[in-house]
């Protein structure tokens, strides 16, 4: 079965947390989200608002144009 789209961006925002050396927690902590939401976002468990989105690229310090992309090719 395919991945949702949401189950995709959340794939790519961890590969980039984990390739700046973030935990769940420290990354959380950094952009100002509770470390629970973020691990449900990275499971795919939330439909995000753009703004969130958006606030996730910033601290991973990736446009989120590149992250959609990124996502969506991971079919």
């Known amino acids: 079965m395919d991945a949702t789209l949401l189950e ?3 794939r790519a925002f961890r590969k980039r ?3 700046l050396d973030h935990s769940q927690e420290s990354f959380a902590d ?3 989200m509770h470390r ?4 449900a976002i990275e499971r795919g468990e939330k ?3 753009l703004d969130t ?3 996730v690229a910033k601290g991973l310090r990736t446009p989120l144009w ?8 991971s079919r």
């Open 17 to 19: 947390r984990e390739a």
């Open 47 to 49: 439909n995000l608002q």
């Open 36 to 39: 629970t939401y973020y691990s």
């Open 30 to 32: 950094a952009i100002g």
């Open 66 to 73: 590149e992250l959609l992309r990124e996502a969506e090719g």
């Open 53 to 55: 989105m958006q606030k």
């Open 8 to 10: 995709r961006l959340g």
